[in-house]
């Protein structure tokens, strides 16, 4: 069944197409075949025998039976999809196939190598751009455009007041994260006082993510797809920071933030690594921080994007990569990289020279947790080179939930609230804003959250918690 196909034929339920499009083909390699199906055309499909080692892949194909393959390249698939002429589509993610039109599967073929990291499919598929008339006005929102010169094009009057968005069925909310962008102009520019992850909230160049992680707080007037907003107006945000920490001047003494410098959270609603695939702003405003003398900025990410090794931030900039165990993050974070990935892209980003950190958020309690945590510790333990060991700093964020995005995640994923949603262990706590959310018990919670730090530092002893929460 070709993938192109599966909204059609999983009839009255697009949630659950998209379910499987998001769980398989985001992290999966897609070849796409031409032509007829080869036993239409005499392929002796029961009386495959072995190849030699030299076959090629269209021999491969025609001369053994596949089940289920370790490795493939690029070229060799290119190869064997225009050797074969096939019209249908594999799906193959860490080297195994999800998906075999022939009704058969490989299980080696033989010296092509590893699959090669290239033909991932992309994370954003974008065909309908929602914006602002100032915003295309402007040289970014230029930019924007002509990156995607074959979206349709929808103007509105404000970024946050787009009905089709904001009124959309939960259920249904995965596909604009993949195909919709909305380009517009920030208009409140103040910078808040914070004391956490960074010293003030800066003034954010988008918000609204690609990412569908299970317990994120960001959907709000967007509704709940809450897909990328793009701010086009990038050097009025940068000149207000400028000035911001001008006004500062030095810090006058240390605090858990940092020893010297003035941080700046340039990320509070959205993801920088997934937003520079869309726009140059996440460059502009490393380039910015390279030339603070007084101020570093600082984003947490859930994504591998190698774009940014090449962005120079000489130290300036912080990346709070966010793990947590490999099972948890197949559960709750939809469409973010591989927990494996975002570990192995520490050292590169480190050597790039970003000062890395990472964030142990969020702490979902369930059974077991202390060896899941404990084996996540362990693989930390074995990556990281000496250089990032010795300046490590983590943040612990206890899970926060709530009764509105309960309901939600009931919509689309109600496996997730399996773990999300533990009335036995949590209680109702009014947030800073107001808001009503579920957190771990009082008293409960303050003694996981140390054996949760008495765990890390059993495993790495070399990681300051520079805060708990």
């Not at 570990?343 to 309690?365: K, M, T």
């Not at 009764?403 to 949590?426: C, F, G, M, T, Y």
Request: net charge positive; charged share 25%; proline share 7%.
């Amino acid at each position: 069944m070709p993938v192109v196909r599966w909204h059609d034929l999983i009839t009255g339920s697009p949630t659950l197409a998209d379910a499987n499009l998001d769980r398989l083909v985001h992290n999966a390699h897609r070849i796409q075949l031409r032509g007829d199906i080869l036993r239409r055309n005499g392929h002796p499909r029961e009386t495959a025998t072995r190849p030699r080692t030299n076959a090629t892949p269209a021999e491969i194909m025609r001369n053994r039976r596949p089940t289920s393959p370790e490795y493939a390249s690029t070229g060799a698939w290119q190869r064997l999809a225009e050797a074969t002429g096939q019209d249908q589509c594999w799906l193959v993610s860490q080297g195994r196939i999800l998906h075999d039109p022939f009704g058969t599967s490989l299980d080696d073929i033989g010296d092509y190598g590893p699959i090669s990291r290239g033909m991932t499919a992309p994370l954003l598929d974008i065909r309908r751009i929602y914006l602002e008339p100032a915003a295309a006005g402007l040289p970014r929102g230029r930019q924007v455009l002509d990156r995607f010169p074959a979206a349709e094009r929808i103007p509105v009057q404000s970024h946050w007041r787009i009905p089709e968005l904001r009124e959309g069925d939960p259920e249904d909310f995965l596909r604009p994260k993949r195909e919709v962008l909305v380009l517009g102009v920030k208009k409140g520019l103040a910078f808040r006082p914070n004391g956490r992850s960074a010293d003030f909230i800066a003034p954010s160049t988008s918000n609204g993510c690609a990412i569908a992680c299970a317990y994120c707080y960001v959907a709000r007037r967007k509704g709940h797809a809450n897909p990328i907003s793009v701010f086009a107006n990038i050097e009025e945000i940068l000149a207000a920071t400028a000035r911001h920490a001008a006004t500062l001047g030095p810090k006058a003494a240390p605090n858990q933030v940092d020893p010297r410098d003035w941080v700046y959270d340039l990320g509070e609603n959205g993801d920088l690594s997934v937003d520079a695939l869309v726009s140059d702003n996440v460059r502009d405003l490393v380039a910015l921080f390279r030339s603070l003398p007084n101020a570093k900025g600082s984003f947490a990410t859930k994504w591998v994007n190698p774009d940014l090794l090449g962005y120079d931030p000489q130290g300036r900039t912080r990346i709070r990569m966010s793990l947590m165990p490999h099972g948890l993050a197949k559960l709750l974070d939809i469409r973010a990289a591989p927990v494996a990935e975002r570990i192995a892209a520490l050292p590169d980003l480190h050597r790039a020279g970003y000062e890395v950190q990472v964030n142990f958020s969020p702490v979902v309690l369930r059974e077991g947790w202390e060896a899941e945590w404990g084996a996540l510790f362990e693989e930390l333990d074995a990556t990281l080179p000496a250089a990032v060991k010795d300046r490590l700093a983590a943040e612990i964020i206890m899970l926060t939930h709530n009764a509105a995005l309960h309901e939600v995640n009931l919509a689309w994923h109600p496996k997730a609230e399996e773990v999300l949603w533990r009335p036995d262990i949590q209680e109702e706590k009014r947030s800073e804003t107001g808001a009503a959310n579920l957190r771990y018990r009082t008293g409960w919670k303050g003694r996981w959250l140390q054996r949760f730090r008495d765990l890390l530092a059993a495993r790495m002893p070399y990681c300051r918690v520079r805060y708990a929460f």
